[in-house]
C-alpha cells in the first residue's frame, strides 16, 4: 500500500523511528524549516499559517502533490495527516507504524481520531471556547454555498461528541475532493470575516472551524465512503506551553517572581491554548502562578522557608491548604537520571523506581544530570534536607572539589545510593572514589561479598535487582484474559532483545590486556571457558599465588577482567548458533544484528527493527520463549527476565542462584545450563511441541513476576534498607 503520514510542526522534533512520516515545517515561508518539508511549494498560503494553522501544510500538500512526493495518478494512495506531538496509535501509547496503517486501511477510505466527549452540544462548547460568531457565520456562507451540507451542519451543531486536531488518513480521491470542498468554503469565510484586535488564539479561526467542517463533511458523504476510528497517542504537551514553563522555572531559580507573574499573564492573554488540557497535561501551569503569587507576597523569612521545599517550580505539583498556603514538605528522595546508554535502561530503572517510591508516599525529586545545569543543583542539595539520593551506573558520586577538599556528595548530609548493573571489578572509580554514607545497589548476590571484602571505601551493598513492567493491556488483567489470551497463536517461537557483537576471536590482545598479563588471561578464560558455573574470581584464585594479598589479586584482577566479557560473549555466542543451527524460529532486533556474518545462511534468523520501552514488551507478548544469557552475572537478576514473564512468554535463562533460589525449572520457567546447551535445545524443541505446557507455565511466570517482581516491591524493599542506613 502506498502511503504518507505528514507531520505538521512549528518546532523542531524527534521524528518517529517508522519511515512513513514525513515532517512538514507549516508556516515556513520565510522562515526556518528545520530541514523539513515546506509548505510554500507554488500554489501556497504558508504566509496565512496565523490564520489557519496546519491547514496550510494540507493547502500545499492537495495542490503540490509532487513536491511531496504523492503520485498524482493513484487515487488511492493514502494520505496520513498528524501533528508533532499527536499520532495515531496502536495501543498502549505506541505510534502507529506502517504496518498498522495498511491494517486500518484496508476496507477503508477515511480513519478519524477516536471521537471525545464534551461537556455540552458543539456549538455552546465552541462558544465557550471562541467567538461564536465566527461558527455563525461560517454556517451562513456554507448554507449558501453548498445547501445540500445545512442538514448536516445543524446535526453536528447538536454533537456530545467530536474529533479533533485534524488527524485523519484519506485516499488521495477523497482528501482532494475534501480539500476542494473545505478552501472553498474557508476562502468565503475569509472575505468576510474581521479579524483585527484579536489575540493569537482568536485568530487561528480557520483552523479551529476546520475540524467541525470534518465532521460536517463526513456526515454528509457517509454512503459513500467507508469510515472508521482510531485512538490517539500524546506524546509531549504543547511547545508554548514547554516553553512557558521552562521560563517561569527560570525567572524562579532567580527569584524573579515578579517578572514571572507578569510573563504568565502576559503569555496566556495571548495564548490561553497553553492552558488546555491536551497543551499543560498534567495541570502544572496554574499550580505554578499559584507557587509565584505565594513567594511574591511572602515576607523573607517565609520565603526562605518555604524554597527550601520548593527549590524548583516544578515542584509545584502539589495542594494549597484554603488560606492558599503551599505545605511544607518532608524531605525528599533525589533521584538522578542520565545518558540514555544501553537502550535508555538505567533511566526506566529510575523512572520506574522514583514513581513507584511516590506510590509508597516518598517526595520524590528528577534530576538530570546531563543538563547544563546539573551541578548547580546538586550543589543546591547541600542547602536543604534529603531523604536520600539514588544514582544509576553513574560516576557523579565520583566527583572531587578540590576548592573543598571534599567530593561533592560530601556536601550533601544524606545516604547515597549507586544503582550498578555490571561486576564491581569493571567500576574502580565508582567503588573506590566514594562520598562518605555512601552504599551500592546491586542485582547480583555475589557482587555484594565481592564489595565487602575488596571496597572498604564503600558503606554497605544491597541487593535490588530491577523489575519488570506490564504492557498497559495487560493491567488488571488475569493471565487467560491478558497476556495469555490466544498464547498458541503467538507469532514468534523464540525472541532474543540481545546484542550481537562481532568479535573475530576473544584473545586478550583484543580485549586491550596488557602483554606481560596475556598468558594469565589465557588461562583464566580457558578455566571459564571449561568451567562455566565458576565465579571469575574464583576461577582466577585457583590460578594465581594462593598468598596473594586482596589488594595484590585486586589489582591483578583488573588487568584481566575483561576476558569475562569475553567469555560471556562466548556463551552468548554459543546459545544463539545452537538455536540457528537447530533450525528453530529465532527472532533479534537491533542494527547490531545487521553485522551478524552469517545472517544470509539461516532462512529462521528473523532481524526486526530495534525496540526499546513499550516497544520491546509488544514484541515479548509475540514471544512463547524469551531467551536470556546472563552476561555472567552467576547469582544475578535481570530486567529482561521480570519482562520476559509479565509479557507472557516463557522465560528460557541460563541458571543463576538468585533465580534457582525463586523460581521452579519446568513450573514458573525454563532453565538450562551453559554446560549443557543441546539439552537446552532438546528442552526447547519438545516445549515447543506442547503449547499448553507452555502457557501452563508462562502463566505461573507471569502470575509471579507480575506480583513479586514489580517496582512497588522494589521500592518496598529500598526503603527497609534506608531505614538501616543512619547519616
Known amino acids: 500500500m502506498n502511503a504518507k503520514v505528514f507531520v505538521f510542526t512549528h518546532v523542531p522534533f524527534t521524528l518517529p523511528k517508522d519511515k512513513i512520516y514525513v515532517p512538514v515545517r507549516v508556516g515556513a515561508a520565510s522562515k526556518d524549516d528545520f530541514g523539513y518539508q515546506r509548505d510554500d511549494h507554488g500554489d501556497n498560503i504558508s504566509e496565512k499559517n496565523h490564520m489557519y494553522s496546519e491547514l496550510t501544510g494540507i493547502y500545499d500538500i492537495w495542490k503540490n502533490p509532487d513536491a511531496f512526493g504523492i503520485p498524482a ?6 494520505i496520513g495527516l498528524c501533528h508533532y506531538r499527536r499520532y495515531f496509535s496502536e495501543g498502549g501509547g505506541k505510534i502507529m507504524t506502517r504496518t498498522y496503517l495498511e491494517q486500518l486501511m484496508k476496507d477503508t477510505d477515511v480513519v478519524t481520531s477516536d471521537r471525545i466527549e464534551i461537556p455540552n452540544d458543539f456549538h455552546t462548547y465552541y462558544g465557550v471556547c471562541h467567538p461564536i460568531g465566527d461558527l455563525n457565520l461560517c454556517g451562513e456562507i456554507l448554507k449558501d454555498i453548498y445547501p445540500e451540507y445545512g442538514k448536516a451542519f445543524d446535526e453536528v451543531m447538536g454533537y456530545r461528541k467530536i474529533c479533533i486536531g485534524n488527524l485523519v488518513l484519506m485516499r488521495k480521491k477523497v482528501f482532494d475532493a475534501y480539500c476542494d470542498w473545505l478552501f472553498t468554503l474557508l476562502f468565503a ?22 475540524e467541525e467542517l470534518l465532521m460536517v463533511y463526513l456526515l454528509k458523504n457517509k454512503s459513500g465512503l467507508r469510515i472508521s476510528e482510531n485512538k490517539v497517542t500524546l506524546v509531549s504537551e504543547k511547545a508554548e506551553t514547554l516553553k512557558l514553563k521552562d521560563a517561569l522555572s527560570y525567572l524562579y531559580s532567580q527569584r524573579k517572581y515578579s517578572d514571572a507573574i507578569s510573563l504568565y499573564e502576559e503569555v496566556v492573554r495571548v495564548r490561553p491554548d497553553v492552558l488546555f488540557e491536551a497543551s499543560d497535561t498534567n495541570g502544572l501551569l496554574p499550580k505554578m502562578k499559584k507557587l509565584l503569587d505565594f513567594m511574591f507576597n511572602a515576607g523573607e523569612e517565609e520565603e526562605t522557608t518555604f524554597r527550601l521545599s520548593f527549590d524548583n517550580l516544578s515542584d509545584a505539583s502539589l495542594s494549597f491548604d484554603e488560606k492558599g498556603v503551599p505545605p511544607i514538605k518532608k524531605a525528599p528522595i533525589v533521584i538522578y537520571e542520565g545518558k540514555g546508554i544501553c537502550y535508555d535502561v538505567l533511566n526506566s530503572f529510575a523512572h520506574g523506581l522514583g514513581e ?35 544514582g544509576f551506573h553513574t560516576k557523579a558520586f565520583s566527583i572531587f572539589l578540590s576548592s573543598k577538599n571534599s567530593y561533592i556528595h560530601d556536601l550533601i548530609d544524606a545516604p547515597k545510593f549507586n544503582y550498578c548493573t555490571d561486576a564491581p571489578i569493571f567500576l574502580f572509580d565508582i567503588m573506590t572514589k566514594c562520598p562518605k554514607d555512601y552504599y551500592i545497589l546491586t542485582h547480583d548476590g555475589n557482587y555484594i561479598s565481592f564489595i565487602k571484602r575488596y571496597y572498604h571505601n564503600v558503606k554497605d551493598a544491597y541487593l535490588l535487582p530491577p523489575a519488570g513492567n506490564l504492557l498497559p493491556e495487560f493491567e488488571g488483567k488475569i493471565f487467560d484474559d491478558g497476556a495469555g489470551k490466544d498464547f498458541e497463536k503467538r507469532p514468534y517461537d523464540v525472541v532474543f532483545l540481545g546484542t550481537f557483537r562481532d568479535y573475530k576471536d576473544l584473545t586478550p590482545e583484543q580485549f586491550g590486556i596488557e602483554e606481560e598479563y596475556r598468558h594469565l588471561a589465557e588461562s583464566f578464560f580457558s578455566l571459564m571457558e571449561n568451567e562455566p558455573s565458576l565465579l571469575p574470581e574464583d576461577a582466577l584464585h585457583s590460578i594465581v599465588s594462593e598468598d596473594i594479598s586482596d589488594s595484590e589479586f585486586l589489582s591483578v584482577y583488573e588487568k584481566v577482567c575483561p576476558m569475562v566479557s569475553a567469555v560471556a560473549e562466548e556463551y552468548r555466542r554459543r546459545v544463539i548458533m545452537a538455536f540457528l543451527d537447530a533450525g528453530i524460529d529465532f527472532h533479534v532486533y537491533g542494527k547490531s544484528w545487521e553485522d551478524f556474518p552469517l545472517k544470509a545462511s539461516y532462512e529462521n534468523l528473523h532481524i526486526h527493527e530495534e525496540v526499546v520501552g ?36 516463557v522465560l528460557l535463562t541460563d541458571e543463576t542462584e538468585c533465580i534457582k533460589s525463586q523460581y521452579e525449572d519446568g513450573k514458573d520457567m525454563l532453565i538450562y545450563e551453559l554446560s549443557d546447551i543441546d539439552g537446552m535445545i532438546s528442552k526447547v524443541r519438545e516445549y515447543l511441541k506442547s503449547p499448553d505446557r507452555l502457557k501452563t507455565i508462562a502463566g505461573n511466570g507471569f502470575q509471579r513476576a507480575s506480583v513479586e517482581d514489580t517496582w512497588d516491591e522494589r521500592a518496598s524493599l529500598f526503603l527497609s534498607y534506608l531505614e538501616g542506613c543512619a547519616v
Open 356 to 390: 513507584a517510591l511516590k506510590r509508597c508516599g516518598e517526595e520524590v525529586r528528577y534530576i538530570d544530570l546531563t543538563t547544563d545545569d546539573a551541578t548547580d543543583r546538586v550543589l543546591s542539595l547541600s542547602k536543604k534536607p534529603i531523604k536520600a539520593v539514588i
Open 614 to 649: 513499550n516497544e520491546a514488551l509488544s514484541e515479548l507478548s509475540k514471544a512463547k520463549i524469551s531467551l536470556n544469557v546472563m552476561f555472567w552475572h552467576k547469582d544475578g537478576f535481570t530486567e529482561r527476565v521480570a519482562n520476559s514473564m509479565m509479557a507472557g512468554a
Open 189 to 210: 469565510l475569509e472575505k468576510r470575516l474581521d479579524l483585527s484586535g484579536r489575540n493569537a488564539q482568536e485568530t487561528r479561526v480557520y483552523g479551529f472551524l476546520s
Open 73 to 78: 495518478d493513484d487515487p488511492d494512495f493514502v
